[in-house]
């Protein structure tokens, strides 16, 4: 199957009647692209690529294509391949790919964000590819990562912050992410060559590249956030190694006692805590923006938590803060969110996505410091916890640790009897 269009296309063209221009048959030959394997690589700078694995199927003339980071699958089902060009949409983020296929096997081209202002050239290739080559002359026995690292990023600058690095390695290839305060950087993948480690990730809204030597178990190495950020990070070995208690972070400034706000829904009408149907439940209020990987997971376990325990008194309500100020606009956004994962709660347009902004729009917070937050509220209107970021799948049993916590909290609130 992988190579029948192609050759399809050949067989037309050798008996194609006098009505069939060359133009035409150009055209169908290179808007035909091979099944399978694919690597594409985004051009970072001159020397730097980051490369991500995708496979791409065609069924009834409709192709589809799944990006693959270690555990995580992506699937594009919005790709329209015609005339030479095909464009690949993120099914929840407004990013999207525009390449010129070459040929069957390689595509070039751009990765847009931000409306378009955003960009990064990239090229796919076709084939069974390594996410990372590997180097020559190459060590038969690579080092072994796996485990918890302490990690400082930006070190002895005003940018420094600490993160947790968890790392599996399998042979030459890892898998793993870091963990700060204000969240993960999801699921990392790729790989350890001659004390060299190698990782990247695309999300459908980030391009990260990290890059390592290791000596005297210490990691030495660059982190990339696609073309507009660049910082230097070191680690080192430790088991122990915590960071800041996440429940601690954010807070209410003294002289307040609760939560309080008016947002307008999707519908454009104002909702509030004081609304009616929030008296007496049990309500987790959800900081987050519709352009935010970690909020994506969040509103996956947020759903799933929602549907278990609704019933027995819990709300949600989420608070979008949109890169767009127009209000069609950050709606359109917030629903392909909601959508998507087929979330049942409610989702406010709660302004700009800005942390200093999202901060006075809650001026009883002491800061927002990070999309997303959670606010967890009893029957009495009493704010329990405040979790600044949230720790997703790709963090292993740290996510799974917090998940089982939150489970539990819930349990107890909604067992709690309201004051009146």
């Given at each position: 199957m992988k190579k029948i269009v192609y050759l399809f296309s050949i067989l037309i063209f050798a008996s194609c009647s006098n009505n069939t221009t060359i133009n035409e048959f150009e055209s169908n030959v290179t808007s035909s692209l091979l099944e399978g394997n694919w690597l594409l690589e985004f051009q970072l700078s001159e020397k730097n690529v980051a490369p991500v694995n995708f496979t791409l199927t065609l069924e009834d003339s409709i192709y589809q294509i799944k990006f693959s980071n270690a555990n995580e699958k992506i699937l594009s089902?919005?790709?329209?391949?015609?005339?030479?060009?095909?464009t690949i949409h993120d099914p929840i983020f407004d990013t999207w790919f525009e390449g010129k296929i070459i040929n069957p096997t390689t595509i070039k081209g751009k990765w847009l964000k931000d409306g378009g202002s955003?960009?990064?050239?990239?090229?796919?290739?076709?084939?069974?590819?390594?996410?990372?080559?590997?180097?020559?002359?190459?060590?038969?026995?690579?080092?072994?990562?796996?485990?918890?690292?302490?990690?400082?990023?930006?070190?002895?600058?005003?940018?420094?912050?600490?993160?947790?690095?968890?790392?599996?390695?399998?042979?030459?290839?890892?898998?793993?992410?870091?963990?700060?305060?204000?969240?993960?950087?999801?699921y990392l993948e790729g790989n350890m060559y001659n004390n060299t480690l190698y990782l990247s990730c695309y999300d459908g809204s980030h391009v990260f590249l990290f890059k390592a030597s290791l000596a005297d178990e210490k990691l030495t190495g660059v982190f990339w956030s696609g073309t507009h950020w660049e910082e230097p990070w070191v680690g080192t070995r430790n088991d122990s190694f915590k960071l800041t208690n996440p429940d601690s972070l954010t807070y209410l400034k003294e002289g307040y006692s609760e939560l309080a706000f008016t947002f307008p829904n999707t519908n454009g009408e104002a909702v509030s805590l004081n609304d009616q149907n929030y008296k007496n439940k049990v309500i987790i209020v959800n900081i987050m923006g519709p352009w935010c990987p970690n909020c994506k997971d969040e509103t996956v376990f947020l759903s799933e938590l929602y549907n278990n325990n609704h019933e027995d008194g819990l709300e949600i309500i989420a608070l979008s803060y949109d890169k767009s100020e127009e209000f069609e606009t950050a709606k359109e956004n917030i629903l392909r969110i909601k959508n998507y994962f087929n979330a049942k709660y409610e989702f406010l347009i709660a302004g700009k996505a800005n942390k200093i902004s999202?901060?006075?729009?809650?001026?009883?917070?002491?800061?927002?410091?990070?999309?997303?937050?959670?606010?967890?509220?009893?029957?009495?209107?009493?704010?329990?916890?405040?979790?600044?970021?949230?720790?997703?799948?790709?963090?292993?049993?740290?996510?799974?640790?917090?998940?089982?916590?939150?489970?539990?909290?819930?349990?107890t609130l909604l067992l709690e009897t309201p004051e009146n």
């Amino acid at each position: 199957m992988k190579k029948i269009v192609y050759l399809f296309s050949i067989l037309i063209f050798a008996s194609c009647s006098n009505n069939t221009t060359i133009n035409e048959f150009e055209s169908n030959v290179t808007s035909s692209l091979l099944e399978g394997n694919w690597l594409l690589e985004f051009q970072l700078s001159e020397k730097n690529v980051a490369p991500v694995n995708f496979t791409l199927t065609l069924e009834d003339s409709i192709y589809q294509i799944k990006f693959s980071n270690a555990n995580e699958k992506i699937l594009s089902k919005e790709v329209i391949v015609a005339n030479g060009i095909i464009t690949i949409h993120d099914p929840i983020f407004d990013t999207w790919f525009e390449g010129k296929i070459i040929n069957p096997t390689t595509i070039k081209g751009k990765w847009l964000k931000d409306g378009g202002s955003y960009q990064i050239d990239f090229v796919a290739k076709h084939g069974k590819r390594l996410r990372f080559k590997k180097p020559q002359p190459l060590k038969k026995t690579p080092v072994n990562i796996t485990g918890k690292w302490e990690v400082n990023f930006s070190k002895n600058t005003s940018d420094h912050y600490m993160a947790v690095g968890v790392f599996q390695q399998v042979d030459d290839h890892v898998t793993g992410t870091f963990l700060t305060e204000t969240g993960d950087y999801r699921y990392l993948e790729g790989n350890m060559y001659n004390n060299t480690l190698y990782l990247s990730c695309y999300d459908g809204s980030h391009v990260f590249l990290f890059k390592a030597s290791l000596a005297d178990e210490k990691l030495t190495g660059v982190f990339w956030s696609g073309t507009h950020w660049e910082e230097p990070w070191v680690g080192t070995r430790n088991d122990s190694f915590k960071l800041t208690n996440p429940d601690s972070l954010t807070y209410l400034k003294e002289g307040y006692s609760e939560l309080a706000f008016t947002f307008p829904n999707t519908n454009g009408e104002a909702v509030s805590l004081n609304d009616q149907n929030y008296k007496n439940k049990v309500i987790i209020v959800n900081i987050m923006g519709p352009w935010c990987p970690n909020c994506k997971d969040e509103t996956v376990f947020l759903s799933e938590l929602y549907n278990n325990n609704h019933e027995d008194g819990l709300e949600i309500i989420a608070l979008s803060y949109d890169k767009s100020e127009e209000f069609e606009t950050a709606k359109e956004n917030i629903l392909r969110i909601k959508n998507y994962f087929n979330a049942k709660y409610e989702f406010l347009i709660a302004g700009k996505a800005n942390k200093i902004s999202a901060a006075k729009s809650l001026p009883m917070l002491n800061h927002v410091m990070s999309f997303p937050t959670s606010i967890f509220i009893d029957r009495n209107g009493k704010i329990r916890k405040i979790r600044t970021g949230f720790y997703g799948p790709g963090t292993g049993s740290y996510y799974t640790r917090y998940t089982k916590e939150i489970n539990d909290f819930i349990k107890t609130l909604l067992l709690e009897t309201p004051e009146n």
